[in-house]
Nanobody, 126 residues
Framework: QLQASGGGLVQAGASLKLSCTAS????????MGWFRQAPGKEREFVAA????????NYDDSVKGRFTISRDNAKNTVYLEMNSLKPEDTAVYFC?????????????????????WGQGTLVTVSS
């Protein structure tokens, strides 16, 4: 299971840090991703990180503002979000992609992921 937390209501320009803790799986064997879905829109990629944390990918819309990281000892992946904008408002989901240890990928496609968390709502007011 993946449990996401840390969402909330903030003003534009503020920061939030999301967490996603995994249970019941060998966290080190999974690349992790964050996606988001705004009302009336499709789910979109935000950021991903390889199992060892050596590779990360970001959507252009968040590059330079968001940082993905992970702590394998705590089975947790984080998404630090700075300079938040109203267009960042969405439900944020974490996801896990099982990989082999020689695979350093950090996928962008939802179809690459095997497990999904329940989502945490981020609302950014203008």
């Amino acid at each position: 299971q993946l449990q996401a937390s840390g969402g909330g209501l903030v003003q534009a320009g503020a920061s939030l840090k999301l967490s996603c803790t995994a249970s019941g799986l060998d966290f080190r064997r999974y690349a992790m991703g964050w996606f988001r879905q705004a009302p009336g829109k499709e789910r979109e990629f935000v950021a991903a990180i390889s199992w060892a944390g050596r590779t990360s990918n970001y959507d252009d819309s968040v590059k330079g503002r968001f940082t993905i990281s992970r702590d394998n000892a705590k089975n947790t992946v984080y998404l630090e979000m700075n300079s938040l904008k109203p267009e960042d408002t969405a439900v944020y989901f974490c996801a896990a992609d099982r990989v082999i240890l020689t695979d350093g990928r950090a996928p962008r496609e939802p179809s690459d992921y095997d497990f999904w968390g329940q989502g945490t709502l981020v609302t950014v007011s203008s």
